[in-house]
């Protein structure tokens, strides 16, 4: 075996495991250029015996471990130390959105001797077939190259890529393959909290431009994934919204799906289109619909809207508009997503959260209670790289933090988004506040508020789970929430568990 990719544990205990879709590409990516390759999930509390089990049989020159989301960088590094103890002879590989923004402490500090950088799939196949490298960070190195001046996708390099039609082949666990079908790439927002931003999608990937697959390419792996267990939607959460190249491509896709065939989850990240809508309840079963709201207080929208520290701004009438124009149908089940402890809000935001979710909830019985996350820190965002310009101060922001902070929630199974106990300094459940609760010493005012505000989100949307359930059963979708999509627990407040 050329390389084995460990898709990493979250918690200790194997439990809420995230498997990292764009690996089955990575790998794909190889497997067809004769790499010999295995995806080995980490999804259960003997981890570590598992990885002994796979390197002592299969012999990996290569080990890649997944760092895409930043809750699991001290389990991708403990993995790697796990590597390096059976054989200190095995190249250690990281890549994904978290390990490409810490790169160059990954490799000093941690038992990796490489990071790839932003688009893994040339790079990791030059680094296993011993061609000269690119887009990487290696053990000593204290500078990096530029991705922009290295590999960097386009629609052209997108047509390459795709998945081979035996999964098996490749991943030794087909249980957790999910539904998420990758459409394009890049985004060229600012959002202040998201580390997909246009500055760091151009240090990481070396552009922020969106890009889109070719549909034949997309059609073609919807059945490829539509074959597992835990499929039977089709989840799409790719939805830049500059310009109206993004709807084209979604009808045209729409357009040439079997008609209700597919149940579907399509997470909008801006106000669809009546347009649009029509065409996902004609193409789907069921279509559940996730329109990112961003925050609840339309004055807040409107503000941070307008100078661009989140998407641009709609109203809560165009949203009202929209959702009536779903009511018509029947196949609807719509969610809402909403942040509260955004920059510069005042207590006057907060309160607008309950009169908002209670106008659109009691309106429309297709709706979820909107779902309200508390902000936090993520490395890559440009909250992380400016807390003044938004009169933040942070709690989290070095390597060191936000190792140790999830070294913590690892090791003692703690939800490291909400977690039921915390503490000072880095242990800060968000790891921010605003300045003015800072000076107060009221560090813990937005996430205290947020959990009032998240027993009434449960109280109300206990209410209609049989209603919902019906529907869901309806479809053949025996589970609430998205598998693999947007995993939200029957009364909401689940999502990242
Ligand atoms: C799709 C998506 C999801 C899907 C993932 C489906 C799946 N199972 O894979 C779902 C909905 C589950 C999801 C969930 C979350 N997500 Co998300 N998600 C995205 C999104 C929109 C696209 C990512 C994607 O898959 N793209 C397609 C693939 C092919 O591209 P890629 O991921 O960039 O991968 C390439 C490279 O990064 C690299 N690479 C990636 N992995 C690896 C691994 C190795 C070993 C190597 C060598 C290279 C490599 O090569 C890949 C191929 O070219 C991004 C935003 C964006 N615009 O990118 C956010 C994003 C990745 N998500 C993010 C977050 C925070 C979350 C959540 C925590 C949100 C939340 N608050 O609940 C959750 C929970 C995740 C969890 N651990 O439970 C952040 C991560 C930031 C960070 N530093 O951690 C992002 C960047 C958005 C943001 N808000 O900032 N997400």
């Not at 073609?220 to 039977?232: A, F, K, M, Q």
């Amino acid at each position: 075996m050329d390389l084995i990719i460990f898709n990493p544990p979250r918690y200790s205990n194997g439990k809420f495991h995230k498997f990292n879709n764009a690996v089955l590409w990575l790998a794909s990516y190889l497997h067809r250029r004769g790499v010999k390759v295995r995806i080995v999930p980490l999804n259960h509390a003997h981890y570590a015996e598992t990885v002994e089990a796979e390197l002592a049989a299969h012999r990996p020159k290569y080990v890649a471990i997944s760092c895409k989301w930043w809750d699991t960088l001290y389990s991708a590094t403990h993995i790697a130390k796990l590597v390096k103890q059976f054989d200190p002879g095995i190249v250690t590989i990281s890549g994904g959105y978290t390990a490409s923004f810490f790169a160059l402490d990954l490799v000093n500090q941690t038992d990796f001797d490489v990071v790839i950088r932003g688009d893994g799939e040339e790079p990791l196949y030059r680094l296993v077939t011993g061609q000269s490298p690119v887009n990487v960070a290696m053990k000593g190195d204290t500078t990096l190259i530029p991705v922009i001046k290295q590999y960097v996708q386009s629609e052209e390099h997108l047509r390459e890529l795709v998945l081979i039609d035996d999964l098996e082949e490749i991943i030794s666990d087909t249980s957790v393959l999910n539904s998420y079908i990758w459409t394009g790439k890049g985004c060229a927002e600012t959002c202040v909290y998201c580390a997909a931003n246009a500055l760091n999608n151009i240090q990481t990937f070396g552009r922020a431009k969106n890009i889109y697959r070719p549909i034949d390419k997309v059609l073609r792996e919807v059945e490829i994934l539509s074959r597992y267990p835990g499929s039977t939607r089709i989840t799409f959460d790719f939805d830049p919204i500059r310009g109206l190249k993004q709807e084209r491509f979604y009808l045209d896709l729409f357009a040439a799906l079997p008609p209700k065939k597919y149940n579907c989850y399509f997470f909008s990240w801006s106000l669809p289109s009546t347009e649009l809508i029509d065409s996902l309840a004609r193409t789907f079963k069921l279509v559940e619909l996730g329109i990112d709201v961003q925050v609840a207080s339309e004055r807040l929208r409107k503000v941070l809207g307008d100078r661009r520290y989140l998407k641009p701004f709609y109203s809560d009438e165009a949203l009202d508009a929209t959702l009536q124009h779903c009511h018509q149908y029947d196949n609807f089940i719509i969610d809402l997503s909403t942040l509260m402890g955004l920059p510069f809000e005042t207590d006057e935001d907060v309160l607008a959260i309950k009169p908002f979710s209670d106008y659109f909830y009691d309106k429309y019985p297709a709706l979820r209670y909107p779902y309200v996350s508390p902000m936090n820190v993520e490395p890559g965002s440009l909250l992380l790289q400016h807390p003044d310009r938004y009169e933040m101060v942070l709690f989290r922001r070095t390597f060191a933090d936000f190792w140790q902070y999830t070294q913590r929630s690892f090791q003692e199974n703690m939800n490291c988004y909400q977690p039921e106990q915390y503490g000072d300094g880095i242990f800060h459940p968000l790891g921010c506040a605003s300045q003015a609760d800072y000076a107060r010493g009221d560090y813990f005012r937005t996430y205290e508020t947020w959990k009032e505000v998240q027993k009434n989100i449960d109280f109300r949307s206990r209410q209609r789970v049989n209603s919902r359930m019906a529907k869901y059963m309806k479809h053949g979708l025996r589970t609430l929430g998205v598998t693999g999509g947007i995993d939200r627990s029957a009364v909401g407040g689940g999502e990242h568990e």
